[in-house]
Structure formats: structure tokens, C-alpha cells
């Protein structure tokens, strides 16, 4: 996620593009790219196109019926941005056959262009553009908006109040809008003074600025599980902490699933398996976590939760924001979980790093162009607020006039359990042996010492179950594309206003 502040450090949501390290090959490769590249050492990963991602959530069928976006705004908020996101955005219309649309931009600290001078900012840079080429995908023909500041977001709280002031002049000029936010912090980072003074203080008066202009505000929930990173961004905590500004009731939290469209992660072994044989450095193992099966004309969806990847879907408790109104229908088995505190994520999409999507980027001297499939909610988030924007150009067209949803939350609680896939627990592997049903963030003091303290949690932090209906994994679950943009079109559209 920069006014003097407290200093206090956060950490971007940024996207996942680590190859699926699979050591063995079965067949040609299963992602491959429009030049006909594919993922590098990684044969067996699998990614998604844009035509492959819209049907697997039944989006094709809302673009067949003329629901694109027109007429709506998708924003989506950066440090630095990229130099190159015209050109990679018109690059990838091109290579997909999506119609080009010029990119408007915000810049609330002065213009500026990315010089793409450390990691920290080429990874905004692999940001900005997955943000901009998958709003466009589920939305193309929205308007993109993007919000450039000159302060990293990880840089203490003032990297943070760059981008909220971005919010503050996209509220006046562009009301009714989405706006997109892929970066996030735990909340434990804050300090007590922080908490009162910006988080529930001026941060979220600009939030609720928004709100009152029509504003839907979606952020990412968080790619560590029920764990986050500290202050010093030196070591991960050892205690459950969710992610701001997701957990802000104000905006919809967007959690992860992992959607198997055609294919479905079949295992050998465990985890642990996996990761013995990786540490000992063994070119083959004698069992492939991360092996697949073909599953023709059938689509899986579970909790994102990759172990070989020490990555899942962020979600939990805050201890910042209490119960909002709109969770007071949740069940009492999670009503007896958070006690009176805001639950996340409201709702989840894929995630996933093996069945990412397909992003190109060229930004960079020393970075050659190149295809790369992407993961994590940095994908999710702005795919979520591209599936607002259609369905608020089916409002407006209900109405005859141009609206935007507006507060999702307050929409999304009341509508039917049959416009979301409810994710629940799995079993999977050529054993049965691999549960995916709860959110902790994979744990092994072994790979601890290899990997860091800051990519896993000096000890195990519990996650939450998936259940069926609400849970603190996956949110009220995944929207069914077609049923879940028409019903939230018609309760937009039962408001009035």
C-alpha cells in the first residue's frame, strides 16, 4: 500500500505467476499462450483464456445477451502503475479479439510514469496490467479508469493515503463508478492510534464519500490464508489477522476459489510429500502433487488453498470493524465464531495459480514482453468488479437510465443461495488422501527454514472451515455469472433511486 503519519508497513496483493513446478510430463503443454509460448518449465500448468474463463462461469451468456459494461466505470487503484498499459492492454484486445478502449487516469500526487527502478515497482507494474486486462475481459466495453501514485503502498501509511485520495477525485468525477483495490494490509499492522485516527477515522470517511456517490468498493481479501505479514515485513505472524481495507464494511471483500474447467487437480502424494522431495532437490519425484486428470465438459470449484505454493485465499475476524447489518442474517455457527466483529470475505472467485489467467506485459528494459498466467484475489477482485459492471448496465437498461449498484454488500446478503456456487469441503487425489477444507496457510518447520519467515508463519495459524452456506474460507461462495448479475441487477433495480 504514503500528511505525516505513524509509520506503520503493509503488503500488496500482488499477483501469483510462480510456474507450477511439476516434474513430470504428460503430453503436450496444457497452458499455452497466443504466440504459442507457454508457462516456462511448467508443461503441466494450466491457465485460462479469456473465452475458457467466461464460459466457465457462464459469463459468455451474458455478453451473448449484450451485457458488456457500456455505459458503466471500472476503476482500479496502483502505486506507480506501468509505462507500458495502453500498448499491453491493446496487445491483448488484439491477441483475444476484444474490442481496444483508451485508458483514462487519475494521478491525485501529479503525473507520473513508472521508471521501473526495483522490484517493488515492476510489481505494481505486473499489477496495474492484470488489473486492467481482466476488468476488460469480464467488462470489455466499460470505461477504464486507472488511479496512479508516486508512493508505494508498502511505504507506512502515506503510500496508503495516496491512493485513498485518489478515491476522494474519482468520487467527484466519476460517480456510480467500481472502484478496484488489489492491495491489502493486516490489520495487526496497524497501531492502536492508526486504527482510530485513519482506518475507522478519515480513511473511511473517504470510504463512505464513495459509498454515498454510488460507489461499489471491492478490495482482495488476502493471498496468506488466516496469516499476514508484520510491521517490519520481517516475519509473518503466528496469530490470525485479516486484511484491510477488505475488512472496511464498506467494501466487498473478495475472497479465492481454484475453478477446474475441463481438468482437475488429481494428486499424488501430500503436501508434505511435495515438499520432502523439493527441499532434498530431487530432479523427479516419485509423485506428482501436482498431477491432473482431463474432466471433459465438467467444471470443479473448491477453496483456493495451494500448498505447494504456500498460498490460499485470505479470510477471518476483524478486530477493527464490528458486525455490520447486512451479515446479521449469517447462521448462528458463525455468528458464535466472530462474537460482534465484520466477517470476511463476503464472496470469493478464482484464485487459483495452476488455472490462472493468461496476462501480457511488456514493460521494462530488462524484462522481454511476455505472456505469464497469473493468480491470486489480484486476479479476483477486478474480475468481481467486472462482473458489477454488467450487471449495472443491466440496471441502467431496466431502468432507462444510467446507475451503478452501488453498496454491493447490502445487495449481495439478500439475494438467493442459488446465485452462488456454495463451496464446501473436497477430498482429492489418486488416494483420497488431500482435503481442501479450511484456509491455513501451509506450515512445515523444515520448509520454514528454506523458504523464510516472511513467506510462512513462525508456527501454525489455524484456518476456518468451508461450510455449507456462509463460512470465513470462500464468503457467501462464487457467483453463478449469469443468475447472480441478473438477480443483483433486479434488487439494484428494486432500490429505485
Known sequence: MAATMVASASVVAKPLHINVPSSHTHGRAVCVFPDGSSPTGSPNQHCYNPDEFLKAYGIDKLHARGLTGKGQTIIFADSFGSPTLQADLDHFSDAYHLPKTTIQYIYPNGPYINPLSNADETGWAEETTLDAEWAHVIAPDATLVNIVTTSSETTAMNGMQDLFDGFKI???????AIISMSFATGEATFSSSEITTYVQGSLHQILQAATDAG?????????????????????????PTVSYPASDPLITSVGGTSIQANWKWNPEGTAGDYWKCKLAQQPICPQDFLNSSENTNRVTEMLWREDWAIAGGGGGISTTFTSPAFQAGLSSDVQNLVKGFRAVPDLSFNAAINGGVAVYESYGASK????????????????IAGLVALAGQEASNRLGRTVGIGNLNKLIYALSSQDFNDVVSQTIGTQNQVSIDNNALFFNADVLKAVGPTHMPPTAVAGYSTTEGFDLATGLGSPRGETFVLDLAAARVAQGL
Open 215 to 239: 460507489i461499489t468498493l471491492v478490495a482482495g481479501s488476502g493471498d496468506w490464508g488466516t496469516a499476514s505479514i508484520n510491521t517490519d515485513q520481517t516475519v509473518m505472524y503466528a496469530f
Open 368 to 383: 522481454p514482453a511476455t505472456w505469464q498466467s497469473v493468480g491470486g484475489t489480484s486476479a479476483a477482485t477486478p474480475e
Open 170 to 176: 474519482a468520487t467527484q468525477k466519476y460517480p456510480n
